[in-house]
């Protein structure tokens, strides 16, 4: 399977900018600058990149919304709030290939015809604010970043933001919110970010894992890039498996690749004999799947919708058989109670409710009333939200109290 | 001008109007929380969610523009259903406080909870979310962070309509509260709107806090006279009593805002002892009461004998830049009209004549009188007086033998007021007779040779013309006490003991001639003094 991202992330001490160098890093920026800028957004289009945050959305037609000659400046913002349970696939990035990302917000920026541009960065991750600045630094010393990229009529600033702690952030409107100094409040759409975002301004919000995925295509072309993976899902994805298996860290495999050769493959399976129970494929946010449900199911974005999942930011929760869904749903729940900005009516008292129930259940003080009332502050809470963080619990607490049902009604008291 | 459908009534919608808006306009209430008409657009509620054709997802009404043939519907039962839930949210962590509530009977929770909710609460109470309740934040306002519905109206009115930012969130998820930065008191001259548009009883009044359950009060529609901007008002009494005082939503005056001294304004009413009786100073120079009857023979008589003697340029009418169009109409024919007198004025302070001068940015003038527009179009102010100075020195120099003049206190109170009364009091010193009408008792009251008891505002209805020349229809709230009268009633009188005709049974009486004979008025009806008020030109 081919490494567009993760070739040179497991040798140690690659993210100095000579070491990438050596390998070739920003000669895909340099073949870019050379080019149309619409060539590179026409080319990019027909790579058929996909957005990796979560939403899938083609990062081509993305940036394509953006109207040029408004008089105001485009902004490109990288979304490195990565907050998603079962998520670590941008950290495994930021850490070990900072000048990848750089590379591929130099060529994004390019494209969009953006001199000014942010990495709003997770708070959580402050361990790695001093390294991302420091791989800027370099960035900016070596003629990357500044006046004049690599020596060309072309300007460009990256700046570094830290988040303060907040899931919603990684909503694009609130990331936007945030960076402007305000509390992190999505904002009603329309009007949409492409025409007015961070400043009133036309901007782009991308994901760590889909900027670095450019420099590639640029060096080895969009058709190479659409010769990877599926019809519709084009390229290859990373997944940050976690749970019980026997190895739990960061793959790269090509879209279309099958669910279960996944987890007892690169992930080396379920430890101690045990048996799958469940998987979540995409990140707390997608509805589980039972392990009969897993059956020739691909890791790609159509098969993962089929199946009544979402392939998602691909954080992959993995469960044998001694997990107690209940319980896993409860911290779920806690962790959308927790996160929900408070914004409007049905996330905030929804998640926080629903929290409360599950909880109480758990402790073995709820009723058998409890488990519909479930089912009920879900369908509340569904579609009448600002943006979906209610959403994103409402599809956990659906699938799990439908497909593990009896495990719920055990747990009422009698 | 889009035209669509809700409920399949057709609609006309201005151009950028939101289907909220053009429902509103249409006289259909869509449920809502965070909307307001005078604030920025929020969202945030989810209450006044519609179906809209051809959208996946039902859509707040307040957010989205209505489109030409759009086809909303606001009550399906997909749209109940869900405004059943945002209310059924809304109430879980809700304190059950109404017993203790000042907002019962005018809640917006009780209200939908009527129409859309009648729901059995689901969650135990031990469950429910606690936030810190009855926090002071200073002498108008008090914050009860639990019955909050975090609609944020109020932190957008103190962000957008006062420029302050006074207000806003703490914390995150269902343990949002709004408040000030370390509870700071709220030191902010219009910080009594947010009680107002606060829609559950997180923020209450603390001048009207546990005084009177709302469903006891009556509403009277009126014009506050704290000063020249007439903000049109409601004042809510109670046999007699003022509780309160609300603005009413005059979108040409102050759209929904109110200033915390006129809100308060009314208090100044209650303070102080009034004047019950007519009274009239004897040889002995002690005031006794009369009757009415005998003291307005005896003025007009008096009045009479001295402009036989010097003339009816020895007479003064100096009226009030408080008093209303038709107490001012009638007080110029009788003086006027009657007697001949040529000298009017009304300013007591220099301000007097700054009518359209503003005191701040929203809706505060320095002329804290309601009707000095109303005194100038009447022709009340004299050119060779130039105000209470001129007037005193005519007095001094025995120009000016007679006065009748109108004082009322001013409901919003100065540094000031106290030199002007000074100056009153000595116009009064010099007259060598005076017919004083007065609300309020006051030690110079005893200079004066006459002291008529009158209406004090909210007890006379009238009309006042503002800072814009729009005149406006103040009602009559409350009797006022003893003999006292309103001053349009006065002055029929006084016509009356000097046989002229007097037909006026009413002040929209009064109203209908002063439109018949004063240039300024002419072909205004009394409909048109009703919200929003008319404008007079030149």
């Known amino acids: 399977m081919t490494k567009i991202l993760l070739a040179n992330a497991d040798k140690p001490g690659q993210n100095t900018i000579a070491k990438y160098r050596e390998r070739g890093g920003y000669k895909a920026l340099e073949k870019a600058l050379g080019m149309e800028s619409s060539a590179v957004i026409d080319e990019v289009k027909a790579s058929g990149l996909r957005g990796r945050g979560g939403a899938g959305f083609p990062t081509g037609m993305k940036w394509s919304f953006v109207p040029r000659n408004t008089g105001k400046p485009t902004y490109l913002l990288c979304n490195a709030d990565e907050s998603e349970p079962g998520t670590f696939k941008d950290r495994f990035l930021l850490e070990r290939e900072p000048h990848l990302l750089i590379e591929g917000m130099a060529i994004a920026a390019y494209a969009l015809g953006c001199h000014l541009s942010y990495i709003y960065m997770r708070g959580e991750f402050g361990f790695l604010e001093q390294p991302m600045e420091a791989a800027l630094e370099e960035a900016y010393k070596a003629g990357i970043l500044g006046a004049s990229v690599l020596g060309r009529d072309f300007a460009l600033d990256i700046h570094l933001h830290m988040g303060a702690g907040a899931y919603i952030c990684g909503e694009e409107t609130s990331l936007i919110e945030s960076l402007e100094g305000y509390r992190g409040y999505p904002r009603i759409k329309p009007p949409f970010p492409a025409t007015h975002g961070f400043l009133a301004s036309p901007t782009v919000v991308n994901n760590v894992e889909t900027l670095a995925a450019l420099p590639w295509i640029i060096t080895n072309g969009a058709q190479a890039h659409a010769a990877i993976g599926t019809e519709k899902s084009k390229g290859t994805k990373l997944f940050s498996v976690s749970g019980h298996v026997s190895k739990p860290g960061v793959y790269e495999v090509d879209l279309g690749y099958p669910l279960l050769d996944f987890i007892n493959n690169e992930a080396g399976g379920i430890p101690n004999g045990r048996a799958l129970k469940a998987v979540i494929p995409g990140g707390s946010s997608v509805p589980v799947l039972r392990a009969e449900e897993c059956q020739g199911v691909l890791l790609d974005y159509e098969s993962l919708l089929k199946a009544g999942s979402m392939l998602g930011s691909g954080g992959m929760i993995v469960l044998d058989d001694t997990a107690k869904m209940p319980e896993v749903l409860s911290v779920i729940a806690d962790f959308y109670a927790h996160e929900s900005c408070g914004q409007c009516t049905p996330c905030r008292e929804g998640t926080g409710w629903a929290s409360k129930v599950l909880r109480n259940l758990v402790a073995g003080e709820g009723t058998k009333a409890d488990v519909d009332r479930l089912l009920k502050i879900a369908d509340m809470m569904e579609g009448k939200t600002i943006c979906p963080l209610a959403d994103a619990d409402v599809m956990p607490i659906r699938s799990f109290v439908t497909k593990f049902r009896s495990e719920f009604e055990a747990l009422a008291a009698s | ?538």
């Open chain 2, 1 to 538: 001008m889009p035209k669509f459908t809700l409920n399949d009534q057709p609609i006309e919608a201005n151009d950028g109007q939101t289907i909220i808006q053009a429902a509103q306009d249409a006289g259909i209430d869509i449920p809502h929380y965070c909307y307001h008409p005078d604030l920025p657009i929020d969202g945030n509620c989810r209450m006044c969610l519609v179906e809209v054709e051809k959208m996946p997802k039902l859509t707040p009404s307040c957010t989205t523009m209505a489109t030409e043939g759009m086809v909303v519907r606001s009550s399906s039962e997909r749209v109940k259903e869900a405004v059943r839930g945002v209310l059924e949210f809304l109430l879980i962590n809700h304190p059950v406080d109404c017993p203790v509530c000042d907002q019962a009977g005018e809640c917006r929770l009780q209200d939908y909870y009527m129409v859309y909710g009648l729901h059995t609460s689901e969650i135990p109470l031990e469950m429910k979310v606690r936030k810190r309740k009855a926090i002071d934040l200073g002498p108008m306002v008090v914050l009860d962070q639990e019955r909050c519905v975090l609609c944020s109206r109020c932190i957008r009115f103190f962000e957008h309509v006062t420029d302050t930012g006074e207000m806003q969130f703490f914390g995150r998820g269902d343990h949002v509260a709004i408040g000030t930065f370390e509870d700071k008191p709220l030191d902010n001259p219009y910080s009594g709107n947010v009680v107002d548009i606060c829609p559950v009883g997180a923020l209450t009044s603390r001048d009207f806090r546990f005084k009177c359950r709302v469903w006891f009060l009556h509403s009277t529609d009126s014009v506050c006279a704290g000063c020249s901007t007439g903000c049109s008002v409601r004042i809510d009494h109670r046999d007699g009593t003022i509780f309160r005082l609300l603005p009413r939503r005059n979108v040409e005056v102050n759209q929904s805002w109110l200033c915390d001294e006129g809100r308060l304004s009314f208090h100044e009413l209650q303070t102080g002892e009034r004047v019950v009786r007519p009274m009239i100073k004897g040889r002995d120079g002690i005031q006794a009461p009369v009757t009415w009857e005998d003291a307005v023979r005896s003025i007009d008589s008096r009045l009479k004998e001295i402009r036989e003697a010097n003339g009816a340029g020895s007479i003064l009418g100096f009226g009030s830049p408080s008093a209303t169009n038709e107490a001012l109409y009638l007080f110029k024919r009788y003086l006027g009209g009657e007697l001949g007198a040529t000298h009017f004025d009304f300013r007591v302070d220099s301000e007097d004549t700054n009518v359209a001068e503003e005191e701040d940015q929203v809706l505060r003038h320095f002329d804290k009188h309601p009707n000095s527009m109303g005194a100038m179009k009447l022709g009340l102010m004299s050119a060779e007086l130039c105000g209470i100075e001129g007037a005193i020195k005519a007095a001094r120099e025995g120009r000016i033998k007679a006065g009748v003049v109108i004082y009322f206190n001013p409901l919003v109170r100065r540094r000031r007021d106290e030199e002007a009364e000074g100056r009153v009091l000595e116009l009064i010193d010099q007259l060598e007779y005076s017919v004083v009408l007065a609300t309020h008792r006051a030690e110079w009251h005893q200079s004066a040779s006459v002291v008529l008891p009158v209406a004090a505002w909210s007890e006379e209805e009238g009309t006042y013309t503002n800072f814009q020349g729009r005149v406006q229809l103040a009602g009559r709230a409350i009797e006022s006490g003893g003999d006292a009268l309103p001053v349009w009633e006065v002055f029929a009188m006084l016509l009356h003991a000097a046989g002229a005709e007097s037909p006026w049974m009413a002040s929209d009486d009064v109203f209908s001639t002063m439109t018949e004979t004063e240039a300024a008025y002419r072909g205004l009806t009394i409909e048109q003094t009703r919200l929003p008020g008319a404008v007079v030109v030149e």
